[in-house]
Each structure stands twice: as structure tokens, then as C-alpha cells.
């Protein structure tokens, strides 16, 4: 409750300064660019995409010198070798190749703002979508039974107020796991949606808005009164600015899907500043048991998807980008040998994709052993040799200056995976 | 077997009405009278505050109608669950797929996945072309198979499972079993999102849940423990024993033996005897998963903090070995042929156990001595004891608490006082886990009556949408577009993941996004913006027409929210009439423009659902128009009040 009262404060102390009259130019020029709060102090901002499904990773980042990979996978494998008929991949390092749908990342990669973890995963070695996911979102992998959600608990961590209701937020059409929890979030899956709405009739809309306002203003339900405060709030300063006609900046163009769609929009809070320091978003699709392709197909469809949107928005957000860290993450991988449908099963680790300015960038992370049989987990999977919370924690704790392991992922006492640059 | 079970529930049931009425009508026994009026209620107060929390909300003048019949024997009615339900079955006539059990769901409605691989091999697609999925002819073809074998979309069967569910507990008479319905689903949570549990969820909220709300805690727990649908869920379907020397089987063997086992399922002559040897054998090597075992422990009965260790979990987890599902389904006929042939009598000297869609395979069995709590389970204690350790379970008394709380905070408030869960727990205890019992302990304690119970809590959306149903007296043609609201509002009903189910407290539904939704909720079904879903204003005041705009205001919110304060209410919405020119242009407003809305979001749903009405076809001109003949102000007016935060408590 008390970062629930810390916004009204902080709204009404906004409010006073602007009645007063001369106030800072900063604040004028924020109120002339469709800013909606004074930036007193700029915050850190994490987005997480979360890639449901599972995400092949030793086809985003193949190592393509591997020869029992090229034998597992004998319709799937690609080389990085160039001339042959289709794109090959993009040779990171000798070792590692970038799938060729994801070309946007390699200038990201060789600026060295883009790292990549491999053999990432859960200790919990469990296959099933449902539980790793649950396991990864509640930070917990062995303890079902956790109500709350890492990011959800991350933001309890912040140490400051929220400065408004925006301060974690979901675009996405239900809450997300990795945001249950006491903290305060917002979960929309379209801003344009959060406002009080009768189709076809502003007049009568804004009545209504007001009569709820004064309504939700005189309960004796302190959760309803707060609540509706800040519902109230929220909508009026996302009205000062035009959502519907949001134009993305730097000639940045967004694939047009669900992932980016949400990150268009994470990128307008953004640049709004209404204080967000935790988005979220989702990419699906990644579950390739049948024919997944290899440069064209189902995976490289989404791969593209997935690495185009996330340069949009990189691009988009421009004099942000020192604020941002972006974190993708996925249940598990998918097996190393390729399954008599043209696809890959349920596997153990994968790999996953973090881009910022503070980030350690430009080298694939971890430690993946040749594949070969007895190196591999059930004498399948690529072996998870990175504790996921080694890289969650290390983001966060960095990135958004939080320092409380044992609270973020309780039960984990591990070391941080060197990604980001102290 | 399965028809044993329900005649024993139906005994249980009716014995303990019959004990249940001795009990209320016994003078001396105990209060027949609730302890309303020691908390400063009035009888009227007293039956709206009842149901406000063992309904999905007062119809209209429902208070009138319970102040008459009594409101002790009103809640006796209703926690037998008998009243008849007539109209609702009417409305539920064209929907088939509810009444199927889980082996003509598995026929009839099979997962995508298993479509395609049947499709294969019966040679209707050629394997290569997957290649093509999602082009048309590919698709063409799927649906001409489908079609030829009967078989239906699986949406098609969560479509009407979540319309029926949306109906019943809009119109249902007995309202206080849909009540307990919802809460112990969502204590015994499974969720449709488990690819494997999915299509069995609708005969596990039909037989497993509904039959039992009333009844002894132990009889739910079992019913549960040995559904499909929960065995799938959190896994016990496939865990089996841990003796060392099962251990050491590899997989090699197990897919051999699998093998073997198709062939003789195949060989029709040596069929009986070497099912049974193949079966025993069969599948020793996946091991133990402790899943359930935990979740049992932790969610179901004794609670976090209810005393049990990690050690306590493996052991629980070795008792329950073997549980797992009878084979049903295309995949499964086979084997299922084979036990029919080999007979239930042989099958139960090798200590099988079926029941319905439970199977107890004594091969995948732990036969180690276990402990579990303290107690010890001798070795060889096969099926019967799962059952001990459930009962032991079921009656330990971090159970009792653990239920009571949860049931407190269901009809009380989130907070429940410690004396009121005490008296719960001790009747929990003493009436042998007897859920009816416990409730009238409950309603019988002046905490249930006292003003930090009263509208102390938070409706769920679907709380919010059914009681706003209720209230205006809706006509729901299209139930599936109230689902897409309460999915909206924050709560996607039968799809939470987690197996603690939806939380139950305020906090969790009131934020932000969800409020302002529950806010447009109210405008949009009073203005008929939601297709399908008839309000008609006048009617809930008996064609009245207010003489006032004002005189409409006090009658209404008299009319929706019954023996409530509604003072700041009208006072705060006063203004919204007072100007008449107002008035004159918002309606001007809504008219001009009421042919642009937006009549859905989802056209697969709405073509299912228009089908089943197809009589009653709710074309746009039609709402359009029925929008200007109603009072928009009137109905911009109750729009408010259901999106108020009045409104949202109960």
C-alpha cells in the first residue's frame, strides 16, 4: 500500500509545482513533448520477452563446428559456409553461428551490446511447458508453491516508491506468472484500451468517467478507493498523449505480431515517462516439433520476428538506450538430434539474448561441451550449465541496482554469470 | 465400479440431509436462528448480506423472496443442491457435448496432435505434407477426415463447457452447489493450459467436483486424487516405483517390452494371458515424480506450514505409485479391448484396481515400507493404502485449519478471525470433515454476521459479470461473450496455470487495467454493446417508468443493490442528470453514432454461438435500434452503478 500512496503524493506534488507557476524549463519542455511526468530522476528500465514454446537454441546460435550436431540433425543443421544455396549463418566467433534471420542482431553483437548466454536453463530438469515455465517465472524451480513472481518481487526490491501506476508493466492479454505478486503492476494488452469507453460516444464516456471517478472517490473500500485513484490517474495522463497515432522514431519499423505490437507500445511509455522501470512482453510460437525449417520455415519466421522487433525497438527508444537492458528467456531447448517429423522435442538448455549499453556484448557466455552423447543430459539434451537465476540475478541486481539474492531468487545461492560490465 | 461410487455418494448425501435436518429442527441442539440481529440487522439486511455470499448475487426482490421462505431454511434448501432447474435446462438443451464422459470426450473430441498422427496413418495425409500445414487443401482434407469419423474440434468442447458453466451459474436455483463448485475447483485446481489434462476437465468439474461440495472433505479428496484430469495435471498418472532394482531398468528394455506388448495386443490368440504378464512388466523404468504427492500436501490438505517434510513428500509419492488412468480414447482402445477380455475378476486377483477412469497398476507400484507423517505403511499395501494415506490426510488437524481458513476467506472476508476459523476447525474435526456442517458453523458464528463481514469482499470478475447478470435479469444468448469480459476484467475461468488456483482476495483482482474494465463492463452491457447478451431496463422495475430521471436513479440502485447504503451513490451520480441539455446532447450523441460498434471480437466464437441461436439471431440494426429505443441515460445510469465500487463488493 505504501507505493500505492507514494504515487498520489508524487502526483500532487507535480500538480503543485505546475499551479505554482515558474517551474524548471525542463518541466516545460516535458510538458510540451507529451511527457507526462517530470523525469526528477531518470530510472533503469528491464524488459523481459518471454519466448513460450521453447526456443531451439542451438539453431539461433549454432555451433556450427560441432559435427555431432551436424549428424543429429541431418536435414536441419546449417553451415556457416557461404555459396551454398541458402543464407548461411552468420559466423560469430569460429565456433558460434547467428541464425541468418537474425541478421539484425549482428551489428548489435560486434558493438558488443548484445551478449548471448548458451546452456542456459532450469536445475529442475522437468520437460514440461507448463511446469518450466512456471518454475522460471516464479524464480523458484523446485518449489511449486511460490506465489509471487521474480519480476514481481524485483520490483518490491526497487527501494523507491512508484511514481506512478506505470511503474511495471504487461502488454500482454492476461498477467503474466513472472508478475503475481503484492507489488503493484498493470497488465493491458492495448493502451488504447485503458480508458473508460462507451463506443461511439465520447460525451457520454467522459460523464461517466467522472461520475466513477467521484464514486471510486468517497468508498470506504480503501483497495477500491487507491486502486481507482490511480486507475483514474493512469488514464488521464495517457490521454495528454496520442496513443493511437504513435509514430516510431529513428524511421524504426515493427514487424507487425503480437511481440511487436507490445514492444511498440513499452517503447511509448518510455518515451512518455511515466516512470516505467519494468516491461514485459511475449513471443510464441517456438514449440518446433514438426518441420521447423532451417533458413525459411517456422523458426527462422520467428527468429526474424523475435531479433527485428527488438532492434525496432532499440532504435525507436534512441536517447533511451542507456536506461534499457532488454532480456529474452524460454522454458527450456529442444533436443539435440532432430525428431522424424522435421522438428526437435522438448531438450534441457537453450539459449537466450540480453542487449544494452551496460551489457558484457559481443561473446556468447557459458560453457557448452561438444555434443556428443555422453556429454549431453538423459543422453539427449544440450546440459544446462547456466543457472538461469545466475543471469536473471546478475541483470536485475546491475541493471536495475537491486541486491537482494535471497529475496529476487530464494533457495539460490550461486555466483553471477559475468554478463554484465561492473 | 463407477455406478458403486455414486450410489454410495448418493447415500452419503442423503444421510447427511436427513441428519442435517434433525440437527436444524432439533430445539436446544443448536440455534436454528442466525445471530443477525446481535450484530444490529435487520432480517432484510440479513437474507441480502446471505446472498450476497452463497449466491452469484440477488435477483431481483430475491431478498423479499428469502425473508419469506425463512432464511435458515432458504440456506437448508440450498445447501441440499435439490431444487429444480427447470429453465436452466432449457437453456442448456442444445449444448451435447456436456453430459459426454471422458472416453467419449477422448472419441469424439481428440487432441490436434493425435488427429494428425491418426490421419497419417490411416493414409488420408501423406506424412510430407505437414510440410504444407496451414494452406488450405491440407486443411481441407483434415476437416474431410474429421467429418468422416465424427470427430469435433476440441475448442468445440470448451466452448460449450465454458457457455454451461456461464449459464448455470447465471440461472441456476441452487446457486449456493455452483458457489461451492467454483470454490473447490479452484482449491483442486487443474487448468486447461496442461495440453494432457485438458479435455478431461469438464467431467472432472461434472463428477468429481459438483456431486461432492456438500459432502465429507476425505470423499472430495479421493474423487480428485483419482481423476483423470488431476492425475494428468500434476503428473501421478505416470509416476511409478522406486525399488532399486527398478531403477536399474533401462529404456531400452522398457521400449522393447512396449513393443512386444503392442505385437501381442495385436496377436489375437494369446491375447489374455499375455496381457497381463506384458502390463506388470511394462513401463517399471519412469520412476517416481513427486508432483502430486507435494501439491496434496501443500494445496489440497495440510497447507504450507501444515508439518510435512521433503522427506514426507518422496514417501507420499511412493504411496501413490501405480494411481494412473484407465486407458481410454483412440489411443488407448486397444488395451482397453484386452482388459474387457481378460475380465475384471482376473485383473482384481492380481490386484488391479479400477474404477471408472482410475487404474491401480500394482506392477508400477512401490512395495517398500514408507512413512509418511510418522505413520507407517507396511510393505505391500497396494491400492487401499493411497487410500489410508488420503484419509489420514484428510482428517489431520492442519487440515481442518487449512480448509476452514480457505473457506472463511471464501464467505467472510480476506482476514478471517482466528475464534471463527477455531469453531470451523473443531466442527471440521468432530463432523468428520463434513463441509455442510462446517458452513452452518460458520453462519452460525456472529463473525459471519458482523460489519467487518459485511460487503467486505472483493467480487471476481466472474463474480462481477454473473451478478450483474443476475441483478439486471439478462437474457445470455452469447455466454461466450461474457467469458471474453471476465477474461478481460483479469480472471481467464478453467486457464489458471498454477495449481493454487485463482487467489482469493481483493488485492489480487483490483489493479488498475482490471478496474477500468470492470468500469466499461457495466456501460457496455447496460447499453447493449455486447452481443448476445439482452438487458432490459424497464423489466427489473416492472415496466415502470420512473416518473423522474432522479425517481429512475433511487429505484434502480434500490433495485440493484438491495439493503445497501445508497446515499453517496446517488448523490455522486445526481449531477449526471441534473442538466438537461446534457441529457438531450449524449443521447443525440449515442444515436447518431450507435451503428458503428463493434458487435465482437471473436468471430469463431461468435459463428459457434449463433448457430446454437440461430432463431434468435441478434443482428447489428436490431441492437442498434433496441440502443436508442432504450433510455441511454438510464442505461449510462445503471452502467455506472455496476462498474461502482459499491458494486464490486459483496
Known amino acids: 500500500m505504501t507505493s500505492r500512496r507514494g504515487f498520489i503524493k508524487a502526483g500532487g506534488l507535480a500538480l503543485f509545482g505546475i499551479s505554482l507557476g515558474g517551474f524548471p524549463t525542463f518541466l516545460a519542455r516535458a510538458a510540451e513533448s507529451n511527457k507526462i511526468i517530470s523525469p526528477y530522476k531518470r530510472n533503469k528500465i528491464l524488459v523481459c520477452i518471454f519466448q513460450r514454446g521453447a526456443m531451439d537454441g542451438l539453431m539461433a546460435v549454432t555451433p556450427f563446428t560441432d559435427n555431432y550436431l551436424k549428424a543429429a540433425r541431418p536435414t536441419l543443421f546449417m553451415s556457416a559456409a557461404k555459396g551454398g544455396n541458402t543464407n548461411p549463418l552468420i559466423d560469430l566467433d569460429g565456433q558460434f553461428g547467428l541464425h541468418p534471420s537474425m541478421k539484425a542482431f549482428e551489428s548489435m553483437f560486434l558493438e558488443k551490446r548484445l551478449a548471448i548466454v548458451h546452456g542456459i536453463g532450469s536445475p529442475n530438469n522437468t520437460r514440461s511447458h507448463f511446469d518450466a515455465q512456471d518454475y522460471m517465472e516464479s524464480g523458484t ?46 497488465t493491458i494488452n492495448n493502451l488504447q484500451d485503458f480508458a473508460i469507453q462507451m463506443k461511439g460516444n465520447q460525451m457520454g464516456a467522459n460523464i461517466a468517467a467522472k461520475s466513477f471517478e467521484d464514486l471510486y472517490d468517497q468508498t470506504s473500500s480503501s483497495l477500491l478507493k487507491e486502486t481507482g485513484k490511480e486507475s483514474f490517474e493512469a488514464v488521464k495522463m495517457l490521454q495528454k498523449t496520442d496513443t493511437r497515432n504513435y509514430k516510431p522514431a529513428n524511421n524504426a519499423i515493427y514487424p507487425n505480431s503480437q511481440l511487436g505490437n507490445s514492444l511498440k507500445q513499452i517503447a511509448q511509455l ?36 523475435l531479433s527485428n522487433n527488438m532492434m525496432a525497438f532499440w532504435t525507436d527508444i534512441g536517447s533511451y538506450q542507456d536506461d534499457v537492458t532488454v532480456m529474452t528467456m524460454t522454458e527450456f531447448g529442444r533436443t539435440v538430434k532432430q525428431n522424424g517429423t522435421g522438428g526437435t522435442d522438448h531438450g534441457r538448455a537453450s539459449c537466450n539474448f540480453i542487449l544494452g549499453n551496460d551489457v558484457k556484448g559481443g561473446i556468447v557466455h557459458g560453457n557448452i561441451k561438444p555434443l556428443a552423447i555422453e556429454n549431453l543430459e538423459d543422453g539427449r539434451d544440450l546440459a544446462v550449465t547456466t543457472d538461469f537465476r545466475s543471469v536473471f540475478s546478475e541483470v536485475a541486481n546491475k541493471h536495475l541496482k537491486i541486491n537482494n539474492n535471497p529475496i529476487l531468487f530464494p533457495d539460490w545461492k550461486g555466483n553471477a554469470m559475468g554478463v554484465m560490465r561492473s | 465400479m463407477k455406478s458403486t461410487v455414486k450410489i454410495i455418494f448418493t447415500i452419503l448425501i442423503v444421510s447427511s440431509g436427513i441428519f442435517l435436518s434433525s440437527y436444524i429442527n432439533q430445539p436446544g441442539v443448536r440455534t436454528i436462528s442466525f445471530p443477525y440481529k446481535q450484530a444490529g440487522l435487520t432480517e432484510k439486511q440479513a437474507a441480502a448480506h446471505l446472498l450476497s455470499r452463497f449466491t452469484y448475487g440477488a435477483t431481483s426482490r430475491q431478498v423479499d423472496e428469502v425473508v419469506s421462505i425463512g432464511l435458515e431454511k432458504w440456506l437448508q434448501q440450498q445447501l441440499s443442491g435439490k431444487l429444480n432447474d427447470d429453465a436452466l435446462n432449457q437453456r442448456l438443451i442444445n449444448y451435447d457435448a456436456i453430459h459426454l464422459s471422458n472416453t467419449e470426450v477422448s472419441n469424439t473430441y481428440p487432441k490436434g496432435g493425435q488427429l494428425i498422427k491418426m490421419a497419417i496413418k490411416e ?9 504444407v500445414a496451414g494452406k488450405k487443401e491440407y486443411k481441407d482434407q483434415i476437416a474431410a477426415y474429421m467429418r468422416k469419423n465424427g470427430y469435433k474440434p476440441q475448442q468445440e468442447l470448451f466452448r460449450q463447457f465454458i457457455n454451461q458453466k456461464i449459464l448455470r451459474a447465471s440461472y441456476t436455483n441452487n446457486q449456493t452447489q455452483e458457489i461451492l463448485t467454483d470454490f473447490w475447483f479452484n482449491h483442486f485446481n487443474v487448468s486447461i493450459t496442461k495440453n494432457q489434462c485438458a479435455e478431461f476437465i469438464p467431467a472432472y468439474e461434472r463428477d468429481v467436483i459438483r456431486p461432492n461440495v456438500f459432502g465429507k472433505f476425505s470423499d472430495l479428496l479421493i474423487a480428485t486424487a483419482k481423476s483423470p484430469a488431476m492425475l494428468y495435471y500434476l503428473d501421478n498418472f505416470s509416476s ?122 500394482p506392477s508400477r507400484h512401490n512395495n517398500q515400507e514408507k512413512i509418511v507423517l510418522g505413520k507407517k505403511f507396511p510393505a505391500n499395501g497396494g491400492y487401499q493404502e493411497g487410500v489410508d494415506l488420503l484419509n489420514m490426510l484428510a482428517h489431520h488437524a492442519s487440515t481442518a485449519k487449512f480448509i476452514c481458513t480457505k473457506l472463511a476467506i471464501r464467505f467472510v472476508n480476506d482476514h478471517p478471525s482466528q475464534s471463527l476459523i477455531d ?127 432522479e425517481a429512475a436513479l433511487i429505484t434502480y440502485s434500490k433495485l440493484i443493490m438491495p439493503e445497501r447504503n445508497i446515499d453517496e451513490t446517488i448523490k455522486r451520480l445526481t449531477p449526471m442528470l441534473n442538466d438537461p441539455e446534457l441529457v438531450r446532447k449524449v443521447d443525440a450523441a449515442a444515436g447518431k453514432q450507435s451503428q458503428t460498434m463493434d458487435v465482437t471480437n471473436n468471430e469463431d466464437i461468435m459463428i459457434a454461438d449463433e448457430m446454437q441461436d440461430q432463431k434468435e439471431k441478434i443482428s447489428k440494426t436490431a441492437l442498434a435500434k433496441s440502443v436508442t429505443d432504450n433510455n441511454t441515460m438510464l442505461a449510462r445510469v445503471v452502467g455506472v452503478i455496476i462498474g461502482s465500487p459499491e458494486f464490486q463488493r459483496k
Open chain 1, 270 to 305: 518510455i518515451k512518455m515517462d511515466v516512470g516505467l522501470e519494468v516491461g514485459f512482453a511475449e513471443s510464441g510460437g517456438w514449440d518446433t516439433h514438426v518441420n521447423q525449417g532451417t533458413a525459411n520455415g517456422v523458426f527462422a519466421r520467428n527468429a526474424a520476428d
Open chain 2, 123 to 131: 493414409g488420408i495425409i501423406n506424412k510430407d505434407s505437414i510440410a
Open chain 2, 240 to 361: 511409478s516405483g522406486t525399488n532399486t532394482n527398478l531403477e536399474n531398468n533401462n529404456k531400452k528394455r522398457n521400449s522393447q517390452l512396449d513393443g512386444r506388448m503392442q505385437a501381442a495386443m495385436k496377436d489375437s490368440t494369446s491375447q489374455k494371458a499375455q496381457f497381463i504378464k506384458k502390463l506388470q512388466q511394462a513401463k517399471k523404468t519412469q520412476g517416481l515424480n513427486e508432483n502430486y504427492a507435494r501439491e496434496v500436501m501443500e494445496l489440497h490438505t495440510l497447507g504450507v506450514d501444515g508439518g510435512y517434510t521433503q522427506e514426507d513428500v518422496t514417501e507420499a509419492a511412493k504411496v501413490l505409485t501405480g494411481w494412473t488412468v484407465y486407458p481410454m480414447g483412440d489411443n488407448g482402445s486397444t488395451l482397453q479391448n484386452i482388459i474387457e477380455k481378460a475380465g475384471e475378476g482376473t485383473l482384481e486377483k492380481r490386484g488391479f484396481v479400477h474404477d471408472g477412469d482410475f487404474l491401480f497398476v
Open chain 2, 423 to 549: 469453531k470451523m476447525a473443531k466442527t471440521f474435526t468432530d463432523q468428520d470433515g463434513d463441509i455442510k456442517q462446517v458452513l452452518l458453523t460458520m453462519v452460525n458464528a456472529p463473525e459471519f454476521w458482523s460489519k467487518e463481514s459485511l460487503r467486505e469482499k472483493t467480487k471476481s470478475p466472474f463474480e462481477l459479470a454473473i451478478s450483474t447478470v443476475r441483478s439486471l435479469g439478462a437474457d445470455v444468448k452469447q455466454p461466450y461473450q461474457l467469458y471474453n469480459w471476465i477474461t478481460k476484467m483479469g480472471q481467464k475461468l478453467y486457464y489458471y496455470q498454477a495449481p493454487t488456483g485463482f487467489p482469493d482476495k481483493g488485492q489480487y483482482w483490483i489493479n488498475t487495467g482490471s478496474l477500468l474494465n470492470r468500469m466499461n463492463f457495466g456501460l457496455a452491457i447496460t447499453s447493449q454493446q455486447i452481443s448476445g447478451i439482452k438487458v432490459n431496463l424497464a423489466a427489473i422495475n416492472n415496466n415502470h417508468e420512473p416518473e423522474s430521471a
Open chain 1, 141 to 186: 524451480p523446485f518449489n511449486k508453491g511460490t506465489s509471487s513472481g521474480w519480476l514481481n518481487r524485483a520490483v518490491g526490491l526497487l527501494g523507491h516508491e512508484a511514481a506512478t501506476p506505470f511503474q511495471a508493466v504487461s502488454l500482454t492479454s492476461s498477467m503474466p506468472r513472472s508478475f503475481y505478486g503484492d507489488n503493484a503492476t498493470v
